[in-house]
């Protein structure tokens, strides 16, 4: 039997739907951008299904008590924000929280040190002041430009930064960690890898982060747009102050403490 290509289509997307899960309502929704960043995650996921809806992938299940959402997001700013509207319209979760590696921005935080994100800033916002042709560039001057959100469709307010959630800072502050040190930050995002010092000062002294990644204020943002808690959790994988190297070991322990936090949440 010929179809035409209207039926073909919606034949398609109800084939897609299909293969997707029921949209329940899941605890936790947690995500790492690249696979090292998952590994304890998805070990400890029972009754684990995995789910692909365009470029993002999810695994279902649960982790002790919970029924979890796992989703890697991907690297940068559109998939972290992508992947995490998507995954609230599809499952619902009652908390998010993003985790994975970071770059130091404070010099006091080593490697495997956990930040936990009191708050979070994208500090590729910026306003600069107009130069003339050859003039040349100075980010000193550059002032935070913050994002701004409509929320529950009132006025515009302006968020400089996005605040972690209360209940989960405190329970992940309760939860054992002996790889490095528990540090309550700022933690900062921004689709760059920076490796120049001067610049990483700059950025702390301007924005207040602690750290840098390119996932966690956009998903952040998404959270709060969407009044859903939300804590970022990052640890230091390299430091241009100390350890300018990348330690692949940190998507292990960071992934590790948040089953860890899971597991502990009533």
Request: a neutral charge.
């Amino acid at each position: 039997m010929a179809f035409c290509a209207p039926c073909r289509a919606i034949l398609l997307i109800s084939a897609l739907c299909s293969a997707l899960p029921a949209a329940d309502r899941y605890d936790l929704l947690v995500e790492g951008a690249v696979d090292f960043e998952l590994g304890p995650l998805l070990e400890s996921l029972q009754s684990k299904h995995q789910f692909q809806i365009g470029s993002w992938t999810y695994w279902t299940g649960r982790i002790g008590a919970k029924s979890v959402v796992v989703a890697r997001t991907e690297q940068g700013p559109i998939n972290a924000a992508a992947s995490t509207a998507f995954a609230i319209d599809r499952f619902h979760p009652a908390a998010i929280v993003n985790q994975g590696t970071s770059g130091a921005h404070n010099p006091d935080f080593q490697v495997f040190d956990i930040v936990l994100g009191a708050s979070t800033t994208d500090f590729s916002g910026y306003r600069s002041i107009h130069k003339d042709p050859g003039a040349g560039i100075d980010v000193t001057q550059w002032t935070p430009m913050p994002h701004s959100l409509r929320i529950g469709g009132g006025g515009l307010r302006a968020f400089p930064s996005f605040p972690g959630d209360p209940a989960l800072l405190a329970a992940a502050r309760a939860t054992p960690y002996d790889k490095g040190r528990l540090r309550v930050g700022t933690i900062g995002s921004a689709y760059s890898f920076n490796r120049q010092i001067d610049f990483a000062r700059w950025v702390r002294q301007t924005f207040g982060t602690d750290s840098e990644d390119m996932e966690s204020a956009y998903a952040a943002g998404v959270a709060t747009g969407m009044q859903i808690p939300f804590l970022a959790v990052r640890i230091i994988s390299n430091s241009e102050y100390n350890h300018p190297t990348l330690d692949p070991a940190s998507g292990t322990y960071c992934a590790q403490f948040v089953v860890d936090l899971i597991r502990s949440l009533k």
